[in-house]
């Protein structure tokens, strides 16, 4: 009810491509600068470097993974919801988490930059996950996976072990974030 399969996700397609050309341009652009529009070293009174810094990636496995976290849980959220929420949830939860993780902590890694949607990744993987959870809590049948959906999860917040480019406060935003945002789309239905 309120998937419409005839959609494309043009959002969603944005938001990976966007995160692949991040980690594509990152190695060979890291010569010429690049490092001047991500939060390198810290955020201080550039907070618009958050933005850029939620699409590069440093480590290929971390790109792998969130991008791949992002296109699944983002086409799946986008058909239900169209691209706004998309939009909303991984900009807020990646930029986001990355601002909070810099503002909570300065000197958490002092020479560390964070980059990544690691956030946003679990943002749109918790408001996908919240209206199958509720269901499950009132007793109703539910076709999502919530299993993998669990073990997806886990390997996303994970990631801080894998790459001092992660946060794990930017994995708290983004799951506080999509569990938020969770509840009132699951009362919404696209029409």
Do not use: K
């Amino acid at each position: 009810p309120g998937i419409r399969p005839e959609s494309r996700p043009y959002a969603t397609i944005a938001l990976v491509a966007l995160g692949f050309i991040g980690a594509l341009i990152w190695r060979p652009a890291n010569f010429v600068g690049l490092d001047q529009l991500v939060s390198f070293g810290g955020t201080a009174g550039h907070w618009w470097r958050v933005l850029p810094a939620s699409f590069t990636y440093t480590n290929t496995g971390y790109a792998f993974v969130v991008l791949a976290t992002v296109a699944l849980y983002g086409w799946l959220l986008e058909r239900r919801h169209g691209p706004v929420p998309i939009l909303a949830l991984f900009l807020v939860g990646a930029a986001g988490g990355l601002a909070v993780t810099a503002a909570v902590d300065p000197r958490l890694y002092p020479f560390a930059d964070w980059m990544g949607g690691n956030g946003g990744a679990l943002a749109l993987l918790c408001a996908w996950a919240v209206p199958d959870l509720l269901a499950v809590w009132a007793g109703e049948e539910v076709d999502g996976d919530l299993i993998g959906t669990g073990v997806v999860a886990a390997v996303v917040a994970v990631m801080p072990l894998v790459t001092s480019d992660a946060s794990w406060i930017s994995d708290g935003v983004g799951v506080a974030l999509g569990v938020a945002a969770g509840a009132p789309l699951a009362t919404i239905t696209r029409g």
